[in-house]
Each structure stands twice: as C-alpha cells, then as structure tokens.
C-alpha cells in the first residue's frame, strides 16, 4: 500500500525554524529546550515540535499526538506566546 502524503505533514518544519524567533523572545538558545505535551505525556527538545508557519504565526504540535502545544505571534509592536498545550518549558539559566 503507498503511502499518501498529508498536506499538513508536507507544510510541517521541525522546531528549529522557531529558533530565531525564540531567541529574540527570550535571549537564550530554545530549540534543546526540554518541554512536555499536556495532552499526551511526551517529553520532547522544542526543536523535535513540529512547526506549522502558514498562518498569522507558529504554531507548534506535539509529534507523538499533534496536539498543539505553543502558538507564537509577532505583531509590530509586541510578541505573544500561548504554551497552554505543553506542561512546561524549560530555559535553562546562564551561570
């Protein structure tokens, strides 16, 4: 049986594409930052997410679920970051 691909999987980047973005955001390194799915459990590096960028801003899914996790929109003046789909993330601190 051939397998049909999915438009939604042929639009997906991986999580690295949100590197610069998160960078700006929060002035460290994100994509080996470790965040878990609130819907499913899995513990996954945010650069392993899976990226959608066709809309007004990213949203990132879980790859074991696909459930959203974090949706980030830059507007002129400002940049909004909604995490409600993953349990945590976790930035590491500068010693």
């Known amino acids: 049986m051939e397998h049909e691909m ?3 999987t042929e639009m997906m980047l991986d999580g690295n594409a949100l590197g610069g973005m ?3 955001m ?3 390194e994100m994509t080996a930052a470790q965040t878990e799915c609130a819907h499913c459990g899995t513990g996954n590096e945010m650069g392993a997410l899976m990226v959608f960028n066709q809309a007004p801003g990213m ?3 879980c790859p074991a679920c696909e459930q959203v996790m974090v949706r980030v929109v830059r507007t002129p003046d400002a940049m909004y970051l909604d995490a409600r789909g993953a349990v945590y993330l976790r930035i590491g601190r500068k010693t």
Do not use: I, Y
Request: proline fraction near 0%.
């Open 22 to 24: 998160m960078m700006e």
């Open 26 to 28: 929060f002035g460290v």
């Open 6 to 8: 999915d438009m939604n």
């Open 59 to 61: 949203v990132l899914r």
